[in-house]
């Protein structure tokens, strides 16, 4: 059976100790192809995923929710219906420096486990569980050190097929040349596969993606968190370990967010920010502001509805930004 | 036998009405006097296109809701220590009020304040330039409220629910903080159903949960307890927390004794209007537990002095309307019965303020279990069931969703409780966007509202 995961905190890891497959519904390969109709208000990427969601139920797979935004859980409600088994929301804390948080984490991790069990899934022995927990990890820091080592696209396309199926497949050249063109970070929400022309549109214009800190893109690979050894026997350590990497814009606060991106924008000589959002998605395009008032550097904020309607603009405002940047 | 139709009065009206009043002995509170002063001093304009009930019971009421500001600088000046609680709506005020020093506001009542002050204030504006434009709520108001300083005083110390929260505020609040106000996070976590064989606790407001997210919220609520007693200077005990939900309970009670008298009688002794400000004293008693008493109690002594003389605010034939949100325009509720409506039952987003806290228990335990039958963490079909249950006991011919104008809820919420409304009672329903000054889209709303009530009053006709 596979198990669509609407956001990358869920662990995916789970899933396939549970002996089932997961799969990164944000970086569904039909996502983005089918032309949204959306309800005025609603963000276009939750619109997707729920209907995303609902085809997939319906072909007995599971889904998994996060609670992460409102739109989500509001989307889950239309979904997963008290009667059905098939979905799930993942109630991911928004806080994460006290306690509670990280009861409440692993209480749900707890669920979650419940839940493939109730799926059909059955829990690998301790030593095949490690070996899933420990390769789906050094699948991520593989992934993580090509940053500056292919092109914008294929790198978030090496990012999408892990989350798509766990695999971390390099093309063996590089072919990416890490001093050409200016280094810019494209921060936001999800970027899903057929909105990769932006960045072609970035490098196109002269621009180099320095960062890529989409939620399909290097930042969804999460936090690199010191890991006891093979925890993989004991839930709690496990669920300290999967509640730590998150990385997110709804955190609260979201000082981790901005830790991470000051990490990379400072190392990688970033001059400037692409802000990408989803239309309807508030929590992204509230940071717009304190993204340049962090960093101090110039914004230029992109969303789905100009991705999807207006191309050529697009283009036109990517290379206009990348000319005030040169 | 007829009712008695009490008209309600304009500003100016009211003025000569405060006269005749004081000439015949009215005794006001501290923050008393006539009404059109707010007009003068704070810039309410909105107010000169109200109508309000010509009661000393709701002139008390209004003076006490628009002098909010003003009371909790006065208290600053005496010395207490000011609490903004932002977004849980009914939970940390309970907590504050009860350590002595301390009082607590919502920030979040400047969504109100455009509409107040007909948006010559500019706060949306100023919002937009810090970065909150309108796709955001009128909540974004708030923002620019804490930056340019001149609504209401700084708080000493800000707390803000975060977890199962509308994105709205959630990205308001993170903003705020970013710029410069430092604020206490505590998890709310999205309520659900218990499932098979899982320990659950059973809310106020009669919904089933599942243990572990009271557990979440009781322990976080400790933690929020422990900063507000630490800023009072007292230690947190249960004796405490216990006082907080005793007081809270009595306020509750009489506003739940209100609500019964006037969406109840067969035509409301209390104006539409008058009932949304009388519900909103529910969740921070207006920073004012005591006074908060007796705002409400001269309320319901009004309404019940109304109900014995037969003397209501609409005409007999008013189609009951149940309302559910709260409207950005307060002039929506006039306009409801201008048009021939009433409000026969309410869910302004904070009926959890308004349920009794359980005395049987740990403080702690029970305001964990009344945050979480919050209408706002959970699925909306919660929320739905609630309407239903309460407007079938009202009695209810008509059902109005108002829709907030950039709300991320509002996107979805209003086709699930309609749809549960027509299903189970069959009664017509409608959701209509109200803006903080509704006077540019009034030919819509009329339209729209009015052919509700017309459909309510034909299915009358249908009935044998
Ligand atoms: S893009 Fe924004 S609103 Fe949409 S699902 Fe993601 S966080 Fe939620
Ligand atoms: S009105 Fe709705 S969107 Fe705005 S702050 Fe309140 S709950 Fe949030």
């Known amino acids: ?326 | 036998m007829k009712h008695c139709l009490l008209k309600p009065l304009s500003l100016d009206a009211w003025d000569d009405r405060y006269r005749e009043l004081v000439q015949s002995g009215l005794i006001d509170p501290f923050y008393g006097g006539p009404l059109s002063r707010h007009v003068t001093a704070s810039g309410d304009h909105r107010l000169e296109r109200l109508r309000f009930d010509s009661s000393p019971a709701a002139l008390r009421l209004w003076n006490f809701l628009l002098t909010e500001n003003e009371r909790l600088r006065q208290a600053r000046a005496a010395g207490d220590r000011l609490v903004g609680a932002m977004k849980d709506l009914g939970t940390v005020p309970v907590m504050a009020f009860a350590l002595k020093g301390l009082r607590a506001f919502y920030p979040d009542g400047t969504w109100w304040t455009p509409c107040l002050m007909e948006e010559t204030d500019c706060l949306l504006p100023k919002a937009e330039a810090l970065g909150i434009d309108a796709s955001f709520c009128p909540v974004r108001a708030m923002l620019a409220a804490f930056q340019d300083g001149g609504h209401f005083p700084r708080p000493d110390f800000l707390i803000c629910s975060a977890g199962a929260v509308c994105d709205d505020f959630s990205a308001i609040a993170q903003r705020l903080e970013k710029l410069g106000f430092p604020v206490l996070w505590w998890e709310i976590p999205r309520r659900r159903a218990p499932e098979p064989g899982e320990t659950h606790s059973v809310l106020p407001g009669g919904m089933v949960t599942a243990r572990e997210l009271v557990d979440c919220v009781r322990e976080e609520l400790a933690r929020v307890g422990k900063a507000l007693a630490e800023l009072a200077g007292q230690v947190p005990s249960d004796a405490i927390w216990k006082e907080g939900v005793q007081a809270a309970n009595h306020v509750r009670g009489l506003l739940a004794e209100l609500r019964r008298t006037v969406y109840r009688a067969p035509v409301p002794p209390l104006p539409a209007i008058e009932m949304l400000i009388a519900e909103m004293l529910a969740i921070h008693y207006c920073s004012d537990r005591e006074e908060t008493v007796a705002v409400l109690t001269d309320l319901l002594d009004e309404a019940r002095r109304r109900l014995g003389t037969r003397v209501g605010v609409v005409a007999d034939d008013a189609v009951r309307v149940f309302w559910v949100n709260p409207v950005a325009d307060l002039r929506a509720m006039n306009l409801l019965e201008e048009w021939g409506g009433c409000l026969c039952g309410s869910d302004f987003m904070f009926t959890h303020a308004m349920d009794f806290i359980p005395e049987n228990m740990p403080p702690l335990e029970a305001l964990a279990r009344m945050a979480l039958a919050d209408p706002m963490v959970g699925p909306a079909a919660d929320r739905a069931a609630r309407v239903v249950r309460e407007a079938r006991a009202a009695k209810a011919e008509a059902v109005v969703v108002a829709r907030i104008p950039g709300a991320s809820h509002s996107a979805t919420e209003g086709r699930v409780i309609l749809e549960a409304m027509r299903h189970a009672l069959g009664i017509p329903g409608v959701e209509v966007e109200i803006a903080p000054v509704c006077d540019a889209m009034q030919p819509t709303l009329a339209g729209r509202l009015q052919a509700l009530l017309e459909t309510a009053r034909a299915r009358r006709m249908k009935k044998p």
């Open chain 1, 1 to 326: 059976m596979e198990v669509y995961l609407a956001s990358p905190w869920i662990p995916r890891e789970l899933v396939e100790v549970h002996g089932l497959v997961p799969r990164g519904l944000f970086c569904a390969p039909a996502f983005g192809t089918a032309t949204p109709r959306m309800a005025e208000g609603v963000c276009s990427f939750a619109q997707q995923s729920l209907e995303l969601a609902r085809t997939h139920c319906g072909q007995d797979n599971a889904v998994v929710f996060g609670s992460s935004c409102d739109q989500m859980r509001r989307g889950f409600d239309l979904v997963g219906e008290p009667q059905k088994t098939n979905v799930f929301l993942f109630n991911l804390p928004a806080t994460w420096q006290s306690d509670a948080a990280q009861h409440l984490f692993r209480a749900e991790f707890e669920r979650f486990t419940r839940f493939l069990e109730r799926l059909g899934g059955r829990r690998q022995a301790d030593e095949s569980a490690a070996t899933i927990i420990d390769g789906a990890r050094d699948a991520r820091a593989k992934l993580r050190s090509l940053w500056n080592k292919l092109r914008a696209r294929g790198f978030a396309e090496c990012i999408a097929r892990f989350h798509w199926d766990g695999r971390a497949i390099v093309e063996p050249a590089s072919d990416a040349n890490a001093d050409a063109g200016v280094p810019v970070a494209v921060v936001g929400g999800p970027l899903t596969q057929a909105q990769l022309v932006i960045l072609d549109a970035i490098e196109s214009a002269g621009g180099r993606v320095a960062l890529n800190a989409t939620e399909t893109g290097e930042r969804s690979l999460g936090l690199e968190t010191p890991f006891p050894g093979r925890a993989a026997g004991s839930t709690g350590g496990l669920a300290r370990f999967f509640f730590s990497r998150i990385i997110d814009v709804w955190q609260r606060p979201n000082t981790r967010l901005y830790a991470w991106l000051r990490e990379r924008i400072e190392e990688r000589n970033v001059r400037g920010i692409v802000l990408w959002h989803h239309v309807g998605c508030d929590l992204w395009r509230a940071e717009a502001a304190s993204l340049r008032e962090a960093f101090g550097l110039p914004i230029l904020t992109l969303d789905s509805e100009q991705a999807h309607s207006d191309r050529p603009r697009l283009a036109h405002r990517i290379a206009a930004f990348m000319e005030i940047l040169k």
